[in-house]
T-cell receptor
Framework: KAGVTQTPRYLIKTRGQQVTLSCSPI?????VSWYQQTPGQGLQFLFE???????NKGNFPGRFSGRQFSNSRSEMNVSTLELGDSALYLC????????????FGQGTRLTVV | KNEVEQSPQNLTAQEGEFITINCSYS?????LHWLQQHPGGGIVSLFM???GKKKHGRLIATINIQEKHSSLHITASHPRDSAVYIC???????????FGEGTQLTVNP
């Protein structure tokens, strides 16, 4: 069974640009969560989607948004990029939001210059 | 104070040593995860616990719900165990994960 696939793996963007990251969960998993990892803040929750609906949102500005498609693939978008948005963005898939085991992707490393 | 605290932050061991990493949390949880992160970023889920003890190969994880404490043990450590180990809890009030700051483990040959 294929794991969680995140694309792209690496990305370099300029301040002010926008970026879209993609996450394909494990087949059959319908819940996708996104996390940001920075050296200073560690891993922080961004948002969670289940059945195309955002269930939870972390404490991030409105520049961070996401969506989930009917095939459970999810995208997150960051607009008006800032230097501080440089981070590893990880997504995790679970069967559903009830607390089953989470499987993580390899992450997308975003560098904003 | 963080909701999830790990100790130690850094740990250096010699190959073959028994290793323990601790995790304490302050919120009610439905599950606790132990995760492993190698350089390059990818995270692997080692265990998900809601009670008791689980064992997988040389890795053992325990949790004490009353004391809000979990431990990850590695027996007969090996240099390939070198990684960051992260404790994460799923609160009873929701489905998001809250993470500890991680423990950087280095096992020297």
């Amino acid at each position: 069974k294929a794991g969680v696939t995140q694309t792209p793996r690496y990305l370099i963007k300029t301040r002010g640009q926008q970026v879209t990251l993609s996450c394909s969960p494990i087949s059959g998993h319908r819940s996708v969560s996104w996390y940001q990892q920075t050296p200073g803040q560690g891993l922080q929750f961004l948002f969670e989607y289940f059945s195309e609906t955002q269930r939870n949102k972390g404490n991030f500005p409105g520049r961070f948004s996401g969506r989930q498609f009917s095939n459970s693939r999810s995208e997150m978008n960051v607009s008006t990029l800032e230097l501080g948005d440089s981070a590893l963005y990880l997504c995790a898939s679970t069967l559903d939001p009830s607390g089953t085991e989470a499987f993580f992707g390899q992450g997308t490393r975003l560098t904003v210059v | 104070k963080n909701e999830v605290e790990q100790s130690p932050q850094n740990l250096t061991a010699q190959e073959g040593e028994f290793i323990t990493i601790n995790c304490s949390y302050s919120v009610g949880i439905s599950a606790l995860h132990w995760l492993q992160q190698h350089p390059g970023g990818g995270i692997v889920s080692l265990f998900m616990l809601s009670s008791g003890k689980k064992k997988h190969g040389r890795l053992i994880a325990t949790i004490n719900i009353q004391e809000k404490h979990s431990s990850l043990h590695i027996t007969a450590s090996h240099p390939r165990d070198s990684a960051v180990y992260i404790c994460a809890v799923r609160e009873t009030s929701g489905s998001r994960l809250t993470f500890g700051e991680g423990t950087q483990l280095t096992v020297n040959p």
